[in-house]
């Protein structure tokens, strides 16, 4: 396989073009209040100034879209004029708004007009599924008359968690709902010949995610679109972890020439995704060759890499970005990481850690845990070091923790357990999709989770 870029169109994001033979961009999002101008100047100042592109602002009502225009005031003032991006779910006032202030506007078909996913079973006969696709093009066609008329840019960012009842009752929870739900707005795109778009679909799980987009990436070309494409694998967790599961998911698709710009999603201070998105970019030639490599000499259904790298973190992200489209495939599920300088026993624990994020081998507990927004509800990091520090040796487990319910608890519906954001400083408790304890006081949640846990382990033993 030689590595060759998929040719997009070009979407302008203020000074910044995505797509075509322009670089890959890198981006990020800010985890402060949107009301707080100070704060979001202070943190898009630290991530710009760590390589960021784009810079991403969630406005989940209207005070804060307009807050945007005295965040981008105030940072154009101090010399930066990086493009800015709102962030809206479940109100589509609040893109109109912020799309006369920002650079980009993200909205989700998930909740654009749909209303929030409710995991119940709908029925729609064909007239009334046309009838709510009347809805979706009578409210987005005017959104996309104030973007043309200010030169404001606009991304369709799916996620695999908040796929709207409608979708699902037709498809299911499925790679094709995923792109149908996308699509539905594209083709009002493509009719009304409003151009500038980005696109992302995204899932925590790594599988979903690189056969989603791909999938999408064929229907498009059926369709003759081919808008520049946005990376991530959503709620992917922190440290190593955070890192890997990354770059197996974004990874997968870089070797292959998809993706014009990205977002690595760290439960992090959000200017740490920036140096780990640029290594991941910067990797593409080296890592697409080592895959075409290695799956020409796949033996015993084993995938064998060698690196000699000095540094642990590229280390990791190369392994995991060279293998990861084969494991997926499942063109093996074994996999030998060689490097002189580290020692057999941690190089087995990186090999083990990549095939759990390509969903193959489970050796250790799994965090579902989101990058945090101006949405989140509590302390996260704090949260996520504590749960840690409490389940790390229930091998197999799968733990989701969310800030707050736009992708939780759906994005983390294949977790065992779900810690999620219901009000400020108020958690709700999952098993499974099924809330089974609601609003518990934040100091005293996460041992309501650990009781939960203990309970059904003891449950399961009688």
């Known amino acids: 396989m030689s590595y060759q870029r998929r040719l997009s169109s ?12 322009n670089p890959i961009r890198i981006q990020s999002m800010t985890t402060t209040d949107t009301n707080d101008t100070e704060a979001c100047v202070a943190q898009a100042k630290r991530i710009i100034d760590a390589g960021g592109e784009l810079v991403r602002f969630t406005t989940q009502g209207t005070r804060e879209a307009l807050n ?11 010399g930066y004029r990086t493009p800015l991006v709102a962030d809206v779910h479940f109100n589509p006032r609040v893109a109109d708004v912020a799309a006369c202030y920002c650079e980009k506007v993200r909205v989700n078909p998930g909740n654009y007009v749909d209303p929030a996913r409710t995991f119940k079973q709908l029925e729609y006969t064909d007239e009334e599924y046309q009838a709510e696709l009347r809805k979706i093009d009578e409210r987005f066609v005017p959104f996309l008359h104030i973007c043309r008329e200010h030169n404001t840019a606009i991304r369709i960012g799916v996620n695999h968690g908040s796929l709207s009842d409608r979708i699902m009752s037709r498809y299911g929870d499925t790679p ?14 493509q009719r009304e010949q409003f151009d500038n778009v980005v696109i992302s679909i995204k899932a925590s799980n790594t599988v979903v995610m690189v056969q989603t987009v791909r999938l999408l990436v064929t229907q498009m070309d059926r369709e003759q679109m081919h808008y520049p494409l946005h990376l991530g694998v959503t709620e992917a967790g922190e440290g190593e ?6 770059a197996v998911g974004i990874g997968a ?16 201070e959000p200017e740490c995704e920036i140096p780990v998105a640029r290594k991941l970019v910067d990797s593409i030639e080296e890592c697409a060759r080592i895959r075409s490599e290695a799956e020409q000499h796949i033996t015993d259904d084993t995938i ?8 642990w973190e590229s280390l990791q992200l190369k392994a995991a970005m060279a293998t990861g489209a084969l494991l997926i495939d499942r063109k093996a599920h074994q996999l030998v990481v060689r490097n002189e300088g580290f020692d057999d026993e941690r190089l087995t624990a990186l090999a083990d850690a990549i095939l759990q994020a390509a969903r193959i081998k489970f050796t ?5 845990s989101c990058p945090g927004c101006g949405r989140t509800l509590y302390n996260l990091q704090d949260t996520i070091r504590r749960i840690k520090e409490a389940t790390t040796g229930m091998k197999g487990l799968k733990i989701g923790i969310m800030g707050c319910i736009v992708n939780g608890p759906g994005e983390m519906a294949d977790a065992d357990y779900g810690y999620v954001g219901a009000a400020r ?16 006081p934040e100091e005293e949640a996460v041992e309501h989770l650990l009781q939960l846990i203990n309970s059904d382990q003891n449950k399961s033993e009688v």
């Open 10 to 21: 070009v979407a302008q994001v203020g000074p910044v073009a995505i797509g075509g033979s």
């Open 68 to 78: 945007m225009r005295n965040i981008s005031e105030r940072l154009k003032a101090d």
């Open 176 to 189: 094709a709902g995923i792109v149908e739900s996308c699509m539905e707005f594209l083709r009002i795109c």
């Open 241 to 246: 972890d955070g890192r890997i599961k990354s």
């Open 253 to 268: 698709l870089l070797t292959e020439g998809i993706g014009d710009t990205i977002r690595v999603s760290l439960s992090e």
């Open 304 to 311: 064998v890499v060698e690196f000699h790298e000095t540094d």
């Open 364 to 368: 250790k507990t799994e965090y579902i």
């Open 425 to 440: 400083g108020k958690i709700s408790l999952y098993r499974g999709k099924e809330c089974v304890e609601k609003n518990i």
